[in-house]
């Protein structure tokens, strides 16, 4: 237990049997009344993102969540498999879980795994990758005032927007948080 004067932004509360992630905090105190503290709370499981408020210094249940470097080993069908560099341990994830990381997974890629009594919460992809173009059409030069971008087919499957003068076997860096392109690797 902690009080909400103690939070901090990453802290994991239990609230309500579900694992929250205090994204942002302000402690307010207004000129009329008690003190209070306005938090903004995004869902571990889910990502949903809600506001809620709490009077200060009042109890809050926080969960102690493990994160873990693990390392992508392979896809089996509906399972992303990872294993655990220190322990050798293997672990096997749902789909559902892995979610929009499984198009940016190659084999051999370390993650972060967010681990609470036992269980699989979310994984956790470095901030970019670099990976390869499979497959872009040839890309028409036109009449435009900014650069233009077509779609292109990565090595994972994973379908983003690239610039016109990339071409299929080109290795880009992408951002795994929205799946831009950044750059040339």
Known sequence: MASTNDLKNGMVLNLDGQLWSVVNFQHVKPGKGGAFVRTTLKHVISGKVVDRTFNAGTKVDTATVDRRQMTYLYNDGTDYVF????????LELSGALVGDAAGF?????????????GTALYVELPTTVELVVQHTDPGLQGDRSTGGTKPAILETGAEIQVPLFLST?????????DGRYLGRA
């Not at 560099?85 to 293997?90: C, D, I, R, V």
């Not at 997974?105 to 009594?117: D, F, R």
């Not at 076997?169 to 948080?177: E, F, L, N, S």
């Open 83 to 90: 294993m655990d560099g220190e322990t050798f341990e293997q």
């Open 105 to 117: 997974l190659l084999e051999n890629t370390e993650v972060q795994i967010g681990m609470h009594e």
């Open 169 to 177: 076997g080109a290795k880009i860096k992408v951002d795994t948080r």
